[in-house]
């Protein structure tokens, strides 16, 4: 059971994002939010003070004034007028990260919003009632938050028991009662960084598993055309030590054979040479994205935030732009190892040891593994046309919001940054398990032959021309689900 009190750590995320972990509000983290609570039902019962969001209207309409009986419907308004995002909707585990998020920041008590609003999100956890949340034109999240609020009121659309329901009728179903919004209560649903941050610490978990995984592909790929292992040696890295760099090459040395390479001062391909370097860069900026993760999960993203003292304060700590650059950074250097590992499968293909061109059964009349290189090629091209969107910014509601972080989109972009890079690897992946079961006797390690096989199992390749999309798709799934460590990293 997961507690929310304000604080959680990315693992917890995981756990009740794509697990069965279930979700409780902890009493003291209740009794700190009606503490805070008391403060804004004082606001509203005296009626002396403008509070942003409370009894005001929203964006460029915070000078309007509202009556203090529509102010219940001030709060359902903004949840009806902002679910304005479109197109495909986040997958699954991304809605139950941003949900999660969203609960947990509330349950910090600097909102003012009642222990009733957490606890409806908690419910819908527990019952496994999530929204259907489309992501597209969403920049801060906004128009993507407001479909989980609506949610909370048995609006719209929502996945339950493997369907897409009315919410009402998985609320019903569920013995869920509809939440009715007190002041303040659907802005702070909206406010802040719940999908960026649901979107990144989903996307952060795939890059970790991915990451030991390529590792082990890249192994394999140099135990077959590589001759200088000595750029793994323990002293190299010693004398640069940067902590992901010393992990990637201990990873790659650990499954090289003896008898790999002939260790002569000789040089490799840069794709082959740069595996610490490469993949140990990457790896030093996925730890520095959990860390902004965690630290955004301990957070409270919200505005105004409301104090027990009395004290509302208007602040930013609604904006993402740390998460959207963070987002991008990583993004970055995944196309940067997914490029080296298009380098290394046109090495397979055109290597002076390959056992045939293109790696075909009967060159000529097959055209073996030639396309799948250019897919490769494809997939980083991609990534590369994709711009970073923390670098980019709007202006909306009048001129009054008119700095964006574009966290949503650039979150976005790097979930399909870590696909393509799957799927890159899963190609270089293919090619190299074709070229050692073609190869006469090749040096692979105890664990490396073990990596073949179960591919080759998994995946088998029949001699001639077969559609290799499914085989690439089915490569792909293998490094995603981890099957890869547990062969030959976890031994």
Known sequence: ???????????????VARGDERVSLAEAAAAEMRETRDVVESVVETNERQVYGLNTGFGRLQDVDVSRENLGALQENIVRSHATAVGDPAPTSVVRAAMLSRANTLAAGRSGVRPA????????????????????GST?????????????????????????????????????????LAPKEGLSTLSGTPLMTGLLAIAVDDVETLLSAVDAVAALTFSLVGNCPS??????????????????????????????????????PLSLRLLPQLHGTTRMQAERAREVVETELDSVTDNPLVYPDGSLVSCGNFHGQHLAETADQLARSLTKIAEASEKRTHKLLHADAVPAPFLAD??????????????ATGLVTESRLVDGASDHSVVVSGGQEDVHSMGAIAARNLHETVERTTLGFAIELLTAVQFASLADDPPLSDPLDDLVDVVTEAVPLPPGDVHLHDKVEAIAGLLGDGIVDDVVLDR
């Open 231 to 268: 750029t793994f040696q323990e002293r190299v890295l010693a004398d640069r030590p940067q902590d992901g760099h010393r992990e990637a090459a201990r990873n790659v040395r650990r499954l090289l054979s003896d008898d790999v390479g002939i260790d002569r001062m000789e040089q490799d």
């Open 117 to 136: 609003l957490v606890e409806q999100f908690v419910d819908l956890l527990n019952a496994r009632i999530h929204p259907v949340v489309p992501l597209a």
């Open 362 to 375: 009967e060159p000529g009349l097959e055209s073996g593994l030639m396309i799948g290189h250019y897919s």
């Open 1 to 15: 059971m997961i507690e929310l009190t304000g604080s959680l750590a990315l693992d917890d995320v995981v756990a």
């Open 140 to 180: 801060d999240g906004l128009g993507a938050n407001a479909h989980f609020a609506r949610a909370l009121l048995g609006e719209g659309r929502v996945e339950y028991e493997g369907e897409e329901v009315d919410a009402a009728e998985a609320l019903a179903d569920a013995g869920i009662e509809p939440l009715s």
